[in-house]
């Protein structure tokens, strides 16, 4: 089973027939909202809009504890995240595809993992934040679509809402960071701790503050995303048929030797 996590409209991908909406409650909450199941060739793909529906939901308030349990609850063991970013490297121009590679988090007040103490005390090698295979498969996609890709890039994850200040993006910058997002983390270590495949496609929707000296707005992000989402689709099903039926990669055994 494969889980999308993105925008509304990216379950509308030609050949995807939605045959459920399932409404699931955890023990860390409600998620987001109810999860989209179709079927695609021979996979069952999974959706959710991270913000919900009516993207009514702020980065900060997002509960990434139940929509990564619900997507555990449901089978599902690999998740591809789709979100939108700014671009801090100056040759990541608005519409850049990056199948992200590295993470650096400095949110605050999350609740950033499933282990709080009462089921024990567990440290996920975090090493390669994203999984190299469900990557791997993805940047073959794009060679097969035809569409451009950045083959890595540094996601740096900021708290929100707000956006950044300049000084704030020049910072992030010297410390290695390529984009900036909001919501990148803890999803991407929580489905670490439920063994869980996790690969990042970031879209620059904007350059990031201070980078031009353009304002920033949130309406060149829904249009930027807007522009992408055609490409955001082919490329979300050409790596349906590319990505393999068993998993060979570490992430489905991280809990092992993770426990104190």
């Known amino acids: 089973m494969i889980g999308i996590i993105g925008g509304s409209g990216l379950y509308e991908i030609e050949g995807i027939a939605i045959r459920e909406h399932k409404k699931i409650s ?25 913000h919900g529906s009516r993207h009514s939901i702020p980065p900060h308030k997002i509960n990434y504890r139940a929509n990564i349990r619900g997507f555990k609850e449901l089978g599902v063991e690999r998740i591809i995240s ?8 100056p040759a990541l121009p ?17 609740h950033s993992t499933f282990y709080d103490g009462e089921s024990g005390v567990v440290h996920i090698d975090f090493t390669e934040p994203y999984c190299p295979e469900l990557r791997n498969a993805v940047i073959e996609a ?6 451009s890709l950045k083959k890595s890039g540094t996601y740096i ?11 704030e993006i020049g910072f992030y910058s010297r410390i290695g960071a390529d984009v900036v997002g909001m919501t990148g983390m803890p999803e991407a270590s ?30 060149e992000v829904v249009e930027t995303m807007n522009k992408t989402s055609i490409f955001l689709k082919t490329l979300l099903k050409e790596t349906f048929n590319l990505i393999p039926k068993e998993r060979s990669c570490a992430c489905k055994t991280a809990l092992k030797d993770a426990r104190l």
Do not use: W
């Open 26 to 50: 955890t023990p860390f909450g409600d998620p987001s909202d109810a999860y989209l199941i179709g079927e695609f060739s021979d996979s069952t793909v999974v959706f959710l809009p991270r």
């Open 82 to 89: 789709v979100g939108a970013v700014g671009g801090i490297d």
């Open 94 to 110: 608005p519409g850049t595809i990056v199948v992200l590679d590295q993470v650096i988090d400095v949110t605050h007040g999350r």
């Open 142 to 147: 794009g060679g097969k679509a035809g569409i």
């Open 157 to 167: 994850c900021a708290n929100g809402p707000r956006l950044e200040t300049k000084a």
């Open 190 to 219: 929580l489905a670490r701790e439920e063994e869980i495949c996790y690969a990042g496609m970031a879209v620059v929707t904007n350059y990031a503050a201070g980078i031009t000296a353009e304002k920033l707005t949130a309406t």
